[in-house]
């Protein structure tokens, strides 16, 4: 008899603990989706940016000043003079949205609460315009003319993003909403100015140069998000999460932005092992 009471109790016993487990487990996963970067942070590739930390611009320096460089472009021109103008950086300039990629892995606390940490990369395009101002001298005085050059530039980014999700009760999809702190990293990879096939470096991974203060070509940052979106169980194994992302992230990029809210946006889909 006390054989028969002791099993119970034990039963019971295991019976609460499996309650108490219930709904906690690691869980890991892939993300896909696109990053929406905020466009004044894309000023950084107008040409504008000090050529390290002279008083020249980038276009200024590389363009005009190397002498190579300014006779290539003027035979372009057909022998005729050209400057760099003031208003030659172009104010409306933005990146156009990348694909990200990624891996999660978390822990599910409860049926409702779960935390993670995202590792996702990136990589942003710019593209956008400069102008020349063209002397032609040929009637015995200096006529302004304006002719237009293009700016390509390829930046990556790394997100480590850390979230903590509420997820609410339901069948198969179920609202999320949570918060998220960021610490992100970026590089450019590539920022080149074209005039008429010709292409010139603004910046070159080979510079011998070191970054440094006047010479921003990396850095770091963290950043605060909200997470919202829907939990959709696809099978008994597999879950997919549908996120909108939006996070201020406060980055040095060596350049001066007035603005204090500088959102960002990503949209990702994970699909999660849970």
């Avoid at 390509?152 to 790394?158: G, I, K, L, N, P």
């Avoid at 990293?185 to 603004?202: K, N, P």
């Avoid at 060596?254 to 889909?269: A, C, E, P, W």
């Amino acid at each position: 008899m006390r054989f028969i009471l002791v099993l119970i109790f034990m039963g019971y016993g295991f019976n609460l603990m499996a309650q108490k487990e219930k709904g906690r487990s690691l869980f890991f996963g892939v993300n896909v989706g696109t990053k929406i970067a905020n466009k004044n942070y894309a000023k950084r590739y107008s040409g504008l940016y000090s050529y390290f930390g002279t008083n020249a611009t980038q276009l200024e320096a590389v363009l005009y000043n190397n002498p190579i460089n300014y006779n290539a472009i003027k035979d372009r021109l057909e022998g005729i003079d050209f400057i760099i103008p003031y208003d030659a950086y172009s104010t409306n300039i933005q990146y156009t949205p990348g694909i990200l990629t990624g891996v999660t892995i978390g822990y599910q606390i409860s049926p409702n609460l779960q935390v993670s940490a995202d590792g996702n990369f990136n990589k942003l395009k710019v593209k956008t315009q400069y102008t020349l101002e063209v002397l032609d001298g040929g009637i015995g005085i200096s006529d302004e003319q304006i002719v237009l050059g293009n700016i390509y530039a390829e930046e990556s980014r790394f997100d480590a993003r850390f979230n903590f999700d509420y997820v609410a009760d339901g069948n198969k999809a179920k609202f999320m909403i949570g918060g998220s702190g960021l610490y992100s990293f970026w590089r450019i990879d590539e920022h080149i100015a074209e005039f008429r096939g010709l292409e010139h470096q603004l910046f070159s991974k080979f510079s011998d140069v070191p970054p440094s203060e006047t010479n921003v070509v990396r850095g770091s940052g963290w950043g605060l998000g909200i997470n919202i979106g829907v939990e959709y169980r696809i099978n008994e194994k597999i879950v997919s999460q549908i996120l909108y992302q939006p996070y201020q992230s406060f980055v040095d990029y060596g350049i001066n932005i007035n603005k204090r809210v500088l959102l960002q946006h990503d949209f990702t889909v994970r699909f999660l092992w849970k």
